[in-house]
Structures are given as structure tokens and as C-alpha cells.
């Protein structure tokens, strides 16, 4: 008779072939941040399938606390899209204005622990190879959709978050307490997680894990990641008053100067003895012609920090530095928030747990942590507001054996992680879920 770990491993390769052909499907229709309507109806109707109760939409995103969300042309056209390419259009309609965000839950009908695992779904503004070096290409799966590429890899979280559904589902006799499974929209741009941690779908959670398809080869598992950057994404919109260069120049209040002042300083911030910090202004436009004084200029600005804190003063002092250069020549000027994310580290007990669960299984060839990560991923809102709440929290990062670089145009991954990824995340919450 297989014991637990038996019965998973013995799922997770039988679903192998399933996963390989889902992933597929998702990599061919993939959808930018808000506007995952066809993904989310398919993880809807399979979670529902499996007996989940399931909750999406505005019941789980705070809406005040949404960012970088689309124009409603744009959601209107994804939404039709969506329909064309299969969606249920009533769950498409159900979700209008890109609430996006599914969570499932299982109750197991006996006391126990409270179980999170969220899984991203969105895609990237990547133009897809289209050559034969290319495997997506070359095999037929490649994107569909102009400017639009699952490069980091969404593609496979979703399809492994659904594959650990299906299996811890498939033990639901042998299990206590409650699993939920979070599908989170636009992580790209930190945009989306904040709005469903604010609405408390974590809040009960005693532990919530996370991972990600990582450059290493596949094999690998980093099971202790320490040093995500809190981050604060914004634009700046200056507002001046047009006029002839030569002919009234006194006249024009000059938005582009403005727009230059504040991104000069912003880079001359002073750096934080309370931990790392950096600031980039990634994008100005401003004018219309050589001899108009402009009144329109537009900053893309980012920030980090160490810890929470120290991106929160950050971004209060670029704030200061852009409504002082607005005054400076007279203009005005919007800020608006376009994303973020907080700082992380992993719980030390709970990432000792999961190496020891890794141990037992087997199947990773090499174990390792990966301190100081210096990017940012808006899991943290979740892992923080569960440890904030005395729980405990992960992010694991599975070698994938990278075609490329995430984000690149030719990126792809070994599927045969997402098999790895199933095995390992369902032994890790079967175990955190027994009696």
C-alpha cells in the first residue's frame, strides 16, 4: 500500500503529459496583467470540477488597492477576445473590468491547519520568436498574440497550481484542515496581488507558499530565498501652458523642464544606512517641436528598498522632488501609482521544512539557497501579511533549465519542472495538512 508521498509522486507523473498539453494552450493565448478573462475561466471551471468552492472577481480584490489597470477599450477588446478564443462568456462577463483574481478553496471536514498556495498568471509585452531555434515555434504553441509572450514562465505556474489541485483534491479522505489555491493577475509590474492581499484572502492562512521557474537547470530547488526589494512603480504627469519659443516665451510655463529638473534630483537622492536602496526613471516624453514651449511632460519612475520602509521613504522623497520642480516652473503635476511590491524573506522554520521534504522525495539534484535575491515580486504582499499574522511563508525557486532569460523573446522551459514543482508543492502541503 503507498503511503502519501507515493500516491503524489505516482499523480504528479500521470498528470505529466496533461500539464505539457495545458501549458501549451496557455503559452498560445497569453494575456497581459487584468486581462487573464480566458485563463481565469479556465482555472474557474477546473477548480469547480475538482469541488473547490471557488471565489473570484471583486470578491477577491480590493479594488482601491488595483493598479495599472487598462482602459476599458482595452479590457472591452481582451473580453471579446477572450470569448473568441473559448472562454465561458458568462464567467468572462462576471469578471468585467479585469477583475481577473481566482481563489479555491477545499475544506476537508476535520480541524487542522490553513494552507495558501498562489500561483501567477499573467503574461509579458514580449514580441515571441518566431524562427525555428525557437521550441514554441518550432512545435507550434508560439504566442498568437502580437506583443504579447509568456516569457517568465506564468504559463507554468498556472498549470502546476491546477495540477496540485487536482491531486490534493484527489486526497481529500487522507487530509485536514483547509487548502486555498490564490491565481493571482498582473504579478508583471507588481500590479496585482496587493489588491487581493488588501481583501484578506490570506488572512486565515497558518502558511502560504509560492515558487517560481528560475534559470538553473532543472534539478534544482532553492528552498531558502531571502532579500526580495520592496518597490514602489509610478508615473508623473506635468501639466505647463504652451507657447511661441521666440515670439512669448514668458508666456509658456515648460512641463519638459520640469519633467528634466525632477529626474536629475531623483537620482541624486541620498542613499539609506538602514539597507540598499535604488531609483531609476525609466522613461521621459515631453514637447511637440522645436519652437513650442512644452506643456505636457511624462515620467515612468521606480524605487526599491531593503524593507518596506525604506521604499516607502523613497518614494516620499521623489514625491517632494517632483511637486517641487512642478513649482519650480509653474506647472502642475499628477502622481499616480502604477505598482508594487514589499520586501520578503522567507520563514526560516517553514524553508527548513520544505528542504527536508525535498530530501525525502528525491527528486531534486541539488539543494540551495539564494540569499539577497535583489529583484522584487509582489508575492511578498502575501507572505507578509500572512508572517504579519504569526504565520509562516516561501518562495521557492524551481530550475527550469531557461532556453533564455526571463522576459527574453526566446524564453522556454523544460516541462518536466512543472512535474517537479506539482510533486514537491502537493508533499508540502499534504504534510502541513495532516492531522
Known amino acids: 500500500m503507498m503511503n502519501i508521498d507515493e500516491k503524489i509522486a505516482a499523480s504528479a507523473n500521470s498528470l505529466a503529459e496533461k500539464m505539457a498539453e495545458r501549458r501549451r494552450d496557455l503559452h498560445r493565448h497569453p494575456e497581459t496583467g487584468w486581462t487573464?478573462?480566458?485563463?481565469?475561466?479556465?482555472?474557474?471551471?477546473?477548480?469547480?470540477?475538482?469541488?473547490?468552492?471557488?471565489?473570484?472577481?471583486?470578491?477577491?480584490?480590493?479594488?482601491?488597492?488595483?493598479?495599472?489597470?487598462?482602459?476599458?477599450?482595452?479590457?472591452?477588446?481582451?473580453?471579446?477576445?477572450?470569448?473568441?478564443?473559448?472562454?465561458?462568456?458568462?464567467?468572462?462577463?462576471?469578471?468585467?473590468?479585469?477583475?481577473?483574481?481566482?481563489?479555491?478553496?477545499?475544506?476537508?471536514?476535520?480541524?487542522?491547519?490553513?494552507?495558501?498556495?498562489?500561483?501567477?498568471?499573467?503574461?509579458?509585452d514580449v514580441t515571441e520568436a518566431a524562427d525555428d531555434a525557437h521550441r514554441p515555434y518550432r512545435e507550434g504553441f508560439a504566442s498568437v498574440h502580437p506583443g504579447c509572450m509568456h516569457a517568465c514562465g506564468h504559463d507554468g505556474h498556472t498549470t502546476a497550481g491546477l495540477a496540485i489541485a487536482e491531486i490534493l483534491a484527489g486526497l481529500r479522505e487522507e487530509l485536514c484542515g483547509r487548502v486555498k489555491f490564490i491565481f493571482q493577475p498582473a504579478e508583471e509590474g507588481v500590479r496585482g496581488a496587493r489588491a487581493m492581499a488588501a481583501k484578506g484572502v490570506v488572512d486565515d492562512a497558518d502558511y502560504l507558499l509560492g515558487a517560481h521557474l528560475m534559470m538553473p537547470k532543472v534539478g534544482y530547488l532553492g528552498y531558502d530565498v531571502t532579500g526580495f526589494l520592496a518597490t514602489s512603480k509610478f508615473d508623473a504627469d506635468f501639466t505647463g501652458v504652451a507657447a511661441h519659443a521666440a515670439g512669448a516665451p514668458e508666456v509658456g510655463?515648460?512641463?519638459?523642464?520640469?519633467?528634466?529638473?525632477?529626474?536629475?534630483?531623483?537620482?541624486?537622492?541620498?542613499?539609506?544606512?538602514?539597507?540598499?536602496?535604488?531609483?531609476?526613471?525609466?522613461?521621459?516624453?515631453?514637447?511637440?517641436?522645436?519652437?513650442?514651449?512644452?506643456?505636457?511632460?511624462?515620467?515612468?519612475?521606480?524605487?526599491?528598498?531593503?524593507?518596506?520602509?525604506?521604499?516607502?521613504?523613497?518614494?516620499?522623497?521623489?514625491?517632494?522632488?517632483?511637486?517641487?520642480?512642478?513649482?519650480?516652473?509653474?506647472?502642475?503635476?499628477?502622481?499616480?501609482?502604477?505598482?508594487?511590491?514589499?520586501?520578503?524573506?522567507?520563514?526560516?522554520?517553514?524553508s527548513e521544512r520544505i528542504r527536508t521534504i525535498a530530501e525525502r522525495l528525491d527528486i531534486f539534484d541539488e539543494l540551495g539557497t539564494m540569499h539577497d535575491i535583489g529583484g522584487s515580486e509582489d508575492c511578498s504582499y502575501f507572505m507578509e501579511r500572512v508572517q504579519k499574522r504569526g504565520g509562516q511563508a516561501v518562495y521557492l525557486i524551481i530550475g527550469g533549465s531557461l532556453a533564455a532569460v526571463n522576459h527574453n523573446n526566446y524564453f522556454d522551459f523544460d516541462e518536466h519542472a512543472m512535474t517537479l514543482e506539482a510533486q514537491l508543492l502537493a508533499s508540502a502541503a499534504a504534510e502541513l495538512l495532516k492531522g
Not at 482555472?43 to 472577481?57: A, K
Not at 477588446?77 to 481577473?100: C, F, I, S
Not at 517632494?320 to 505598482?339: D, F, K, P
Open 253 to 350: 510655463r515648460n512641463a519638459l523642464m520640469a519633467a528634466a529638473t525632477a529626474a536629475l534630483n531623483l537620482q541624486a537622492i541620498t542613499r539609506n544606512s538602514k539597507g540598499s536602496t535604488r531609483i531609476n526613471v525609466g522613461v521621459l516624453n515631453a514637447g511637440s517641436g522645436r519652437n513650442v514651449i512644452p506643456d505636457r511632460a511624462h515620467l515612468e519612475v521606480e524605487t526599491r528598498g531593503a524593507t518596506t520602509e525604506i521604499d516607502e521613504e523613497m518614494f516620499d522623497r521623489a514625491e517632494h522632488i517632483l511637486r517641487g520642480a512642478a513649482e519650480m516652473q509653474g506647472v502642475s503635476v499628477q502622481i499616480t501609482r502604477t505598482g508594487g511590491a514589499a520586501s520578503g524573506n522567507n520563514s526560516p522554520e517553514l
Open 36 to 124: 487573464e478573462f480566458r485563463t481565469a475561466s479556465i482555472v474557474i471551471r477546473q477548480l469547480r470540477e475538482l469541488g473547490y468552492d471557488v471565489q473570484f472577481g471583486k470578491d477577491v480584490m480590493e479594488d482601491s488597492e488595483r493598479m495599472g489597470v487598462p482602459s476599458a477599450e482595452a479590457l472591452q477588446e481582451h473580453m471579446e477576445r477572450a470569448v473568441r478564443e473559448g472562454a465561458d462568456a458568462v464567467l468572462v462577463e462576471a469578471m468585467k473590468g479585469g477583475y481577473t483574481g481566482v481563489v479555491g478553496t477545499m475544506d476537508f471536514g476535520r480541524p487542522g491547519k490553513i494552507v495558501a498556495l498562489r500561483f501567477d498568471m499573467d503574461c509579458n
